[in-house]
């Protein structure tokens, strides 16, 4: 094997790089993963994810992880509702829910981030993960790496593995290529306690997601199993529109009359979102690395998910892409197929980036319809039901 006495550093414990650390261990890899978090319950982990069956499902399944998921899973929560600005629901799944399940192509399972990181820690060997890891620098040493964390700790291995996401620290290792700006901007925010907070709007996403779309903006609603709503605005602005609006994002007034403004006409029932003076948000400017980017493979380095390919979410496929590279990175590093590791990441960077090319030219088609007049139109169409039904 070509991974035999050698050490695996993977840097970033997210979905990706977790399902990586799972799948190599299967295969009697020794494996790291140095994570910055100080440990797995620092922090609150974003919002729901939907797994595919032919990607994020497809790794759970190699790495043993199936009935965990489906242990965890959110039942309805993949159920969606369209409206325009007035909340008036154009389609309605909850209303006529398939019976897809696990094995069908279109059933595309939710489930919390949180639940996903803790079904991946749980499957790994004790002590693989390495918190309060905040890289620094890497350096080459021999035929391997030297890792330098703040605080002065130091680490060596002998391939390493980038699933440090769109601010990559690895990702300049091998290539300067720069994301490009989509020109969207999100701002995220979360409504803890919904049922209290944000009653109707708590009744509206009834335990799903609601996608409104209207004036060239959208708006995503999606509920989570510990009772908050996620939410994200977008619009197209300006590159540095955050920064140069003056807006303090953390506080909630700002953004509420920045909101006010922004989505004038759009219903009363969207204020919800930042009535609690618990609500914080965060201005998050969507990039997508160039369609046809390369660089040359190398012996002893790689890296997967958005530190390889990011893109904007409005294709639903960031998680599912991160998870699918772990697995067919996983199969071409444990496969004897390669005579050297090169070759074996060499085969794996091709197929990846010819995926996320194609992937990531979906995105920004998808992304630029979004923020279009007659967005709503459209998506109803792509749902295949039928206009105005109302709540």
């Known amino acids: 094997m ?11 414990g997210g979905p990706g790089g977790l399902t990586l650390a799972r799948l190599l261990q299967q295969q009697g890899a020794a494996v790291r993963v140095y994570e910055r978090d100080r440990s797995r319950r620092e922090r609150v982990q974003g919002g729901t994810l939907d797994l ?30 369209l409206t325009d600005k007035h909340a008036t629901v154009a389609l309605d799944q909850h209303a006529d829910a398939s019976a897809d399940t696990f094995g069908d192509a279109a059933f595309r399972p939710e489930i919390d981030r949180g639940p996903l990181r803790d079904i991946l820690l749980d499957s790994l060997q004790p002590g ?31 391939i390493l593995i980038g699933a440090d996401g769109a601010n990559s620290k690895i990702r300049p290792l091998l290539t300067p290529i ?45 509920a989570k199993g510990d009772g908050s709503l996620t939410f994200y605005t977008g619009c197209k602005m300006p590159e540095t529109w955050a920064r140069d609006s003056g807006i303090d994002f953390a506080d909630a007034a700002e953004v509420r009359a920045w909101f006010r403004q922004g989505f004038a006409g759009w219903d009363e029932i969207w204020q919800e979102l930042f009535a609690s003076e618990t609500t914080r948000c965060v201005p998050r400017p969507q990039y ?44 071409y590093l ?9 070759a074996a ?3 794996y960077e091709q197929d990846m980036r010819q995926r996320a090319s194609a992937v990531a030219q979906e995105t920004l088609e998808q992304t630029e319809r979004l ?20 709540m």
């Open 2 to 12: 070509l991974l035999q006495h050698k050490q695996v550093a993977i840097v970033g």
């Open 52 to 81: 595919h069956d032919e990607s994020g499902l497809a790794a759970l399944r190699a790495a043993g992880l199936l009935d965990a998921f489906r242990a965890h899973y959110r039942p309805g929560a993949d159920l969606l509702r």
């Open 128 to 158: 693989t993960v390495v918190w309060d890891s905040q890289l620094l620098a890497v350096q080459p040493l021999g035929a391997g790496w030297q890792l330098t964390f703040q605080g002065g700790a130091t680490a060596t291995a002998d």
């Open 178 to 222: 720069r994301p490009f700006y989509s020109g969207v901007t999100i701002v995220e925010g979360t409504v803890y306690d919904s049922a209290q907070n944000a009653p109707q709007l708590h009744a509206l996403t009834k335990g799903g997601k609601i996608f409104a779309l209207d004036d060239a903006k959208t708006l995503v609603v999606s």
């Open 288 to 331: 997508c690395m160039p369609l046809d980017q390369t660089w040359p493979a190398q012996p002893n380095l790689t890296m997967l998910g958005d530190a390889a390919h990011l893109m904007p979410p409005y294709a639903g496929e960031g998680v599912n892409m991160a998870m699918l590279d772990a697995l067919e990175l996983s199969e």
């Open 334 to 342: 444990t496969s004897e197929l390669f005579p050297t590791m090169q």
């Open 345 to 347: 990441i060499a085969h």
């Open 371 to 390: 923020h279009a007049p007659g967005a709503l139109g459209y998506l109803v169409e792509l749902f295949g039901a039928p206009h105005g039904s109302k």
